[in-house]
């Protein structure tokens, strides 16, 4: 970095400042003299309002927006109208970006004190990138967790009402003084008139943001998307990809293009986040991007559905553990190995027969998986299927030599009446582990053999 940079406000915010209240300062003036001529005392009002509310903002602008950073090595420096705040960086304890405000800034802290960077500074961008590079002692922010939620910052609706409410005091400032006839006013036809127009302003707007969401919900199922007059939901198995296109249209014979994020679902279908919908929410695009990837990336999707089954396995609650683990297979088949977990589950409520076909779908995609092939032929044994479930163990056995599948295959056998080869896997079974003679002692079926 250069030994110092830098950073000032965009120029022409002072001058509208300035602005503003030269063009303020004349509406008290006028309303007072109005007065004195006895027009209608709730037009003084309005107008001497539209005044001082015009003047206030214009001297917020000249204060807020005046002044420089200075960016060296060592610290960042402010100064405005002479006065110079200076703050070490290796004192910042902390970095706080505040998108949601009126006006978006950067605030840093030190263990006594603090300054804001208004995102209206010359080179936020570069300012701000720059800061955080030498900022290598804070911790990393941490990803945010899901469901999360992308809603419009409070200066989105500011910035659409006050204009109308500065434009409403001014018109109703001036049709009162118009309409005033010896201090008597039309007041019903005013307000209605007025209650007409801010409602087609607000009808236009309506009809400008229904394409666009007011809210959207990055959740762990489902992208939800809501918009005024709908609610949109789209299921996390049915994402396909997630990325920008450039996207082309035409406005007034004028050819625009913009890069929105594009969600493809399986139907080949495609949701579109436009770009300044983006930039409202308070994020760019590529960040945007990148924390939708991180979400529902479909392995990163597969191991949050997974560690919720997990967390619902522990529970006790069945259902929901099978639906999160099969989801977690059907979005990352790579994963089909859970279900075995699946199958166990089902295999201890009983549910032999469902277990089996499960077993047999993992067995199908991994056919030397040595504990399926145990765990299948449990389930066969269960439903009386003997020889099946002898096939089973063996299999197991083949692939992978347990103590375990040894008895319950001495069983399998013993209960086909095929005493000698049910001997042979019992005798295997009490060598690995002597505690199965005990075990076998209580079967009526193999306690003849010992």
């Not at 986040?273 to 409202?280: A, L, S, Y």
């Not at 991007?289 to 991180?294: A, V």
């Not at 919720?308 to 006790?316: A, K, R, S, T, V």
Request: aromatic content about 12%; glycine content about 8%.
């Amino acid at each position: 970095m250069k030994e110092e940079q830098v950073f000032g406000h965009m120029g022409y915010l002072p001058f509208a400042g300035s602005l503003m209240i030269l063009l303020g300062l004349p509406l008290p003036l006028i309303a007072i003299l109005l007065q004195r001529q006895e027009a209608y005392w709730p037009g003084f009002f309005l107008i001497n309002a539209l005044g001082l509310l015009v003047m206030g903002m214009g001297l917020f602008f000249v204060v807020r927006f005046n002044g420089r950073f200075h960016l060296t090595a060592h610290s960042i420096s402010r100064t405005r109208f002479g006065r110079t705040t200076t703050l070490h960086l290796h004192e910042i304890i902390r970095l706080e970006k505040r998108d949601s405000q009126l006006i978006p800034y950067l605030r840093l802290h030190t263990a006594t004190s603090k300054m804001d960077i208004t995102a209206q500074v010359r080179d936020f961008t570069t300012l701000e990138t720059l800061l955080r590079a030498q900022l290598t002692h804070l911790p990393d922010e941490p990803v945010p967790t899901l469901p999360f939620t992308l809603r419009l910052p409070m200066r989105f609706y500011l910035g659409n009402l006050i204009p109308l409410l500065l434009l409403a005091l001014f018109i109703g400032g001036l049709l009162l003084f118009a309409n005033a006839n010896g201090g008597q006013a039309d007041v019903p036809g005013l307000l209605a008139f007025l209650g007409g127009f801010l409602g087609l302003i607000v009808f236009a707007v309506v009809l400008a943001e229904n394409g666009n969401p007011y809210k959207l919900v990055l959740g762990e199922t489902a992208v939800i998307a809501h918009y005024l007059h709908k609610t949109r939901t789209i299921p996390l198995s049915d994402i396909q990809q997630i990325g920008r296109e450039k996207h082309i249209s035409t406005y007034k014979g004028i050819e625009r293009i913009t890069y929105p994020i594009v969600i493809i679902v399986k139907n080949g279908k495609k949701w579109r986040i436009e770009e300044k919908r983006i930039w409202t929410f308070g994020y760019t695009p590529e960040e945007l991007l990148r924390l939708m990837q991180h979400f529902y990336d479909p392995q990163q999707s597969a191991n949050r559905l997974i560690a919720l089954g997990n967390q619902y396995h522990q529970q006790g609650a069945y259902e929901q553990a099978i639906t999160a683990y099969q989801q977690a297979i059907d979005l990352y088949p790579a994963y089909h190995s859970y279900r075995l977990v699946i199958g166990d589950m089902l295999h201890e409520q009983k549910r032999y027969r469902e277990a089996i076909r499960v077993y047999r779908d993992l067995l199908n995609a991994l056919p030397q998986h040595d504990q399926a092939w145990h765990s299948l032929g449990m389930s066969l044994l269960a439903v009386g299927q003997w020889q099946q479930a002898g096939d089973a163990f063996d299999q197991a056995l083949a692939f992978g030599t347990t103590d375990a599948t040894l008895y319950y295959g001495a069983l399998a056998y013993a209960r086909q009446q095929q005493p000698e080869r049910a001997r042979a896997y019992l005798e295997q079974a009490i060598q690995f582990n002597a505690a199965w003679r005990n075990t076998a002692q209580q079967e009526p079926y193999l306690k003849d053999l010992l």
